[in-house]
């Protein structure tokens, strides 16, 4: 990466040199031409038509010579209008275009400026027509005999293109930047630039300012400190005072934190010494991202069908509960991503495959408790309240604990600007604010609801594999009420 710091001036006067009296043929003023012609006279209707008169326009023939170098002045002239309307429609900083500086040398001085817009070639003849400039006074347009006599029959014309920018090499590149990094005005509060040179930059840089300053006290021209990265225009802010101590600021009206930031890692990566090596390319097309995609979702539903069937065959009866609320958590899942929307790559796949084990974390921690508490004599209603409740401490702290990563990874991966990771963990974060809902509420409804019908007469039914051991009185109460 390359970073370059030059030195803008606005409006700079380039006289054509290439443009003389011997490649001008004539000058007249007289209304635009014209130039549509009607394929049969007689066809016209009779019925008096009344119409605006065409503009008054000077019109300067050239030789063949001198129509080729001004048409090629013109197309330079029209490049950086075209310039300027792209910067302004992508919301980047506005180029100033280039102009065309006319003078007449005629009975009187006739001097005006025209824009690529204003000059127009006569069809394929070595004519161009400049718009007539009203007068300055009067702001009238003369008429075509009192626009002649303005010019004479033999005026001299002198030509000069305004440009309306031109960079100029100062010698101050990325080798001379010690720092840069974002911040805050300290009395208004707004987004700032830090820069900060090492010795021979602050040099450069004091030296430059403060001519430029010196210029805008004598002159009322402020010239432009334009930064540059790979030939590519970062920003260009006036200088308003000169800078020699080394240490400076960039702001603007419509600086944000994000564009601030942005900014000041583009400068900094300019400032680094390594260059940019091309070590591996590899091309991605649209298919193989949708087919990566695609099979990272099946294999999200192959893990969710074999978690439900491990749930089922070993905690039984409680497992089938879980496997419903688990599917419901990726119903929920599924629409919570489809409202706020969030765009599924495979990273956020993945955040999701890895939530789904977490909600089947907090369901075993609860069926575990629950084992515990049929050990302990109780009944199997009393077991499943006592068990959640007592399960509730460790799946809160472990789902807090993994909401807290989550919080960092964003945060980290938004200053680096990392949106993988960045979407990993808000995709993990919403499954696990859902699972904890999921385990607590689902879980705990459809089982308490359960408790109370007939299904407690089989208590091996809601006794894990391996769990014999657990007093089958625990459960009598229970299926004698029903």
């Given at each position: 990466?390359?970073?370059e710091f030059?030195?803008?001036?606005i409006n700079?006067?380039?006289?054509?040199?290439?443009?003389?009296?011997?490649?001008?043929?004539?000058?007249?003023a007289?209304?635009?031409?014209?130039l549509?012609t009607?394929?049969?006279?007689?066809t016209?209707?009779?019925?008096?038509e009344v119409s605006e008169p065409?503009?008054l326009?000077?019109?300067i023939d050239?030789?063949?010579?001198?129509a080729?170098?001004?048409?090629?002045?013109?197309d330079?002239l029209v490049?950086t209008f075209l310039?300027?309307?792209?910067s302004?429609?992508?919301?980047?900083?506005?180029?100033?275009?280039?102009?065309l500086?006319?003078t007449?040398?005629?009975e009187?001085?006739?001097?005006?400026e025209?824009?690529?817009?204003?000059?127009?070639?006569?069809?394929?003849?070595?004519?161009?027509?400049?718009?007539?400039?009203?007068?300055?006074?009067t702001?009238?347009?003369?008429?075509?005999?009192?626009?002649q006599a303005?010019i004479?029959l033999?005026?001299?014309?002198?030509?000069?293109?305004?440009?309306?920018?031109?960079d100029?090499?100062?010698?101050?590149?990325?080798?001379?930047?010690?720092r840069?990094?974002p911040?805050?005005n300290?009395?208004s509060?707004?987004?700032i630039?830090n820069?900060e040179?090492?010795?021979?930059?602050?040099r450069?840089?004091?030296?430059?300012t403060s001519?430029?300053?010196l210029?805008?006290?004598?002159?009322?021209?402020?010239?432009?400190?334009?930064?540059?990265?790979?030939?590519d225009?970062l920003?260009?802010p006036v200088?308003?005072t000169?800078?020699t101590?080394?240490?400076?600021?960039i702001?603007?009206?419509d600086f944000?934190?994000e564009?601030?930031r942005?900014l000041?890692?583009l400068?900094?990566?300019?400032r680094l010494?390594?260059?940019i090596?091309?070590?591996q390319?590899?091309d991605?097309d649209?298919i193989?991202g949708e087919?990566?995609?695609a099979?990272?979702?099946?294999?999200?539903?192959i893990?969710l069908?074999?978690?439900l069937?491990?749930m089922?065959?070993?905690?039984r009866l409680?497992?089938?509960?879980?496997s419903?609320a688990?599917?419901?958590y990726?119903?929920m899942?599924?629409?919570i991503?489809?409202?706020m929307?969030v765009t599924l790559?495979?990273?956020?796949?993945?955040?999701a495959?890895l939530s789904?084990g977490?909600?089947?974390?907090a369901n075993?921690?609860?069926?575990?408790?629950m084992?515990d508490?049929?050990r302990?004599?109780?009944?199997?209603?009393?077991a499943?309240n006592i068990?959640?409740?007592?399960a509730?401490?460790a799946?809160?702290?472990?789902?807090?604990?993994?909401?807290?990563?989550?919080?960092?990874l964003f945060w980290?991966?938004d200053?680096l600007?990392a949106?993988?990771v960045?979407?990993?963990?808000v995709?993990?974060?919403?499954?696990v604010?859902?699972s904890?809902f999921?385990?607590?509420?689902?879980?705990?409804?459809?089982?308490?609801v359960?408790?109370?019908?007939?299904?407690?007469?089989?208590?091996?039914?809601?006794?894990?594999?391996?769990?014999?051991?657990?007093?089958?009185q625990?459960?009598?109460?229970?299926?004698q009420?029903?």
């Amino acid at each position: 990466a390359r970073l370059e710091f030059k030195r803008r001036t606005i409006n700079v006067p380039v006289e054509l040199e290439q443009l003389n009296q011997d490649d001008i043929v004539g000058v007249t003023a007289d209304f635009f031409p014209d130039l549509s012609t009607s394929a049969d006279e007689s066809t016209a209707t009779t019925t008096p038509e009344v119409s605006e008169p065409n503009p008054l326009v000077l019109m300067i023939d050239f030789t063949p010579q001198g129509a080729a170098e001004f048409q090629i002045v013109l197309d330079r002239l029209v490049d950086t209008f075209l310039v300027a309307s792209a910067s302004i429609e992508q919301g980047n900083s506005p180029s100033i275009p280039s102009r065309l500086d006319v003078t007449i040398e005629g009975e009187t001085q006739l001097r005006f400026e025209a824009s690529p817009l204003m000059i127009l070639q006569l069809a394929t003849s070595t004519t161009y027509a400049f718009a007539y400039p009203a007068d300055r006074e009067t702001g009238n347009v003369p008429t075509p005999l009192e626009a002649q006599a303005q010019i004479g029959l033999n005026p001299r014309v002198f030509f000069t293109e305004i440009q309306g920018q031109a960079d100029e090499d100062i010698g101050l590149t990325g080798d001379d930047l010690a720092r840069a990094f974002p911040g805050q005005n300290q009395t208004s509060g707004i987004p700032i630039v830090n820069i900060e040179f090492n010795d021979r930059g602050t040099r450069i840089f004091g030296e430059t300012t403060s001519d430029i300053v010196l210029k805008q006290q004598t002159t009322g021209v402020a010239d432009q400190i334009a930064i540059f990265l790979d030939e590519d225009e970062l920003i260009a802010p006036v200088v308003q005072t000169a800078i020699t101590a080394g240490t400076a600021i960039i702001s603007g009206q419509d600086f944000t934190v994000e564009r601030v930031r942005d900014l000041a890692l583009l400068l900094e990566s300019g400032r680094l010494p390594i260059p940019i090596e091309l070590i591996q390319e590899r091309d991605v097309d649209a298919i193989l991202g949708e087919d990566s995609l695609a099979k990272s979702v099946v294999a999200g539903f192959i893990g969710l069908g074999l978690v439900l069937v491990f749930m089922t065959l070993y905690y039984r009866l409680p497992g089938l509960i879980a496997s419903v609320a688990l599917v419901l958590y990726s119903g929920m899942v599924l629409a919570i991503f489809k409202i706020m929307p969030v765009t599924l790559t495979l990273s956020g796949v993945a955040a999701a495959i890895l939530s789904i084990g977490m909600a089947v974390d907090a369901n075993i921690l609860i069926f575990e408790r629950m084992k515990d508490e049929l050990r302990a004599g109780r009944t199997l209603l009393s077991a499943i309240n006592i068990g959640f409740d007592r399960a509730w401490p460790a799946i809160r702290d472990g789902n807090v604990s993994t909401l807290i990563t989550c919080g960092i990874l964003f945060w980290f991966s938004d200053q680096l600007g990392a949106t993988i990771v960045q979407g990993f963990s808000v995709t993990l974060a919403i499954g696990v604010l859902v699972s904890m809902f999921s385990a607590i509420t689902v879980s705990r409804t459809l089982l308490r609801v359960l408790g109370t019908t007939g299904l407690t007469r089989r208590v091996s039914w809601w006794l894990p594999s391996g769990a014999s051991d657990i007093p089958q009185q625990a459960a009598t109460p229970v299926a004698q009420r029903s």
